[in-house]
């Protein structure tokens, strides 16, 4: 019987399983035909919009499959590098599309990691689970299916920031990687849909819990040269659902775009000194 890298929503159990997952208190979850398991209880669900939709999603795998993010990829994988053991269990909590995840996945084998990607999002799952070598649940990183001080390595890629929940899940000493847009990320993108474009503010450099164990600010230049890349970058954003159509048109425009990219990936690690990790 295979051992999930999940656990059980209702109770917290270890699951197991192959098409389905099952608890030892008869819980079970089906496999979808994407391959990725449903472990959304839906009190948590109601109401809510799930994440990324297949437009954003879809737009995000295009703009990420032409490279333009490779040395952020490059520099979250260096960071794995340096602290991966065998056998090693790498969560990445929100990994949308799985752009990042499968290519960890692949190129730390010489470990033989079990690889898990959460998001809220079935639609982005559905093309994470094409990528292949990640093991994939819709769940929301608020409330991880994953058992207490069980992970070595712990990715947040522009997902949501629940450090509480990141901080439980990690074994002590275990690693928080994070990518954060810098200040001027996108700001041609911004400048040309926007009158008045505000920059990001900076990222929180300490966290609870956590020690600071490595910081690299990433910042370079890209070329658009095409449309359907810019409508991409622009579609993957949240600009996209919060500018209205007179601003989006301005972008139907532009067929060249040179846009700075600002990314700041960040290492942490757990410590277990109480009364730490009170905040999030
Ligand atoms: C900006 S995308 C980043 C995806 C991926 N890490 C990457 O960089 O390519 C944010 C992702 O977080 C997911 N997301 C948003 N809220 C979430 C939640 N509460 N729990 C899990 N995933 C969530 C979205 O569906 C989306 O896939
Ligand atoms: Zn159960």
Not at 153 to 159: D, E, H, P, Q
């Amino acid at each position: 019987m295979l051992t999930s890298f999940f656990c059980c929503p209702v109770c917290g159990e270890l699951l197991v399983g192959e098409r389905t997952l099952t608890c030892s208190n008869g819980h079970s979850f089906d496999k979808s035909k994407y391959h990725y398991v449903n472990l959304l209880l839906s009190n948590r669900s109601a109401g809510k919009r799930h994440g990324d939709d297949n437009l954003m999603v879809r737009s995000r795998g295009e703009f990420l499959d032409k490279g333009y993010y490779g040395p952020v990829r490059q520099a979250v994988l260096d960071v794995l590098r340096a602290c991966a053991v065998p056998g090693m269990r790498l969560l990445d909590a929100g990994c949308g599309e799985c752009w990042y995840t499968a290519y960890f996945a692949a190129e730390l084998s010489e470990f033989a990691p079990h690889v898990a990607g959460v998001d809220i999002s079935k639609d982005a799952l559905r093309w994470g689970a094409k990528r292949g070598g990640v093991e994939l649940a819709v769940a929301s990183t608020a409330h991880l299916p994953v058992a207490d001080a069980s992970c070595d390595a712990v990715l947040n890629i522009f997902s949501p920031p629940e450090i509480r929940e990141f901080h439980r899940v990690l074994k002590p000493g275990g690693v928080l990687i994070r990518a954060l847009p810098l200040e001027g990320h996108l700001w041609a993108l911004k400048s040309a849909v926007y009158d008045t474009p505000y920059r990001n503010p900076s990222p929180e450099t300490s966290l609870p819990g956590f020690v600071p164990l490595s910081r690299q600010d990433l910042r370079y230049s890209i070329h658009l040269d095409n449309q359907a890349d810019i409508r991409s970058l622009f579609t993957m954003t949240p600009y996209y659902y919060k500018t209205g159509a007179a601003d989006q048109a301005k972008l139907q425009a532009l067929h060249n775009l040179g846009e700075t990219v600002e990314i700041a990936v960040l290492a942490y690690q757990k410590i277990t000194e109480p009364n730490n990790v009170s905040a999030s």
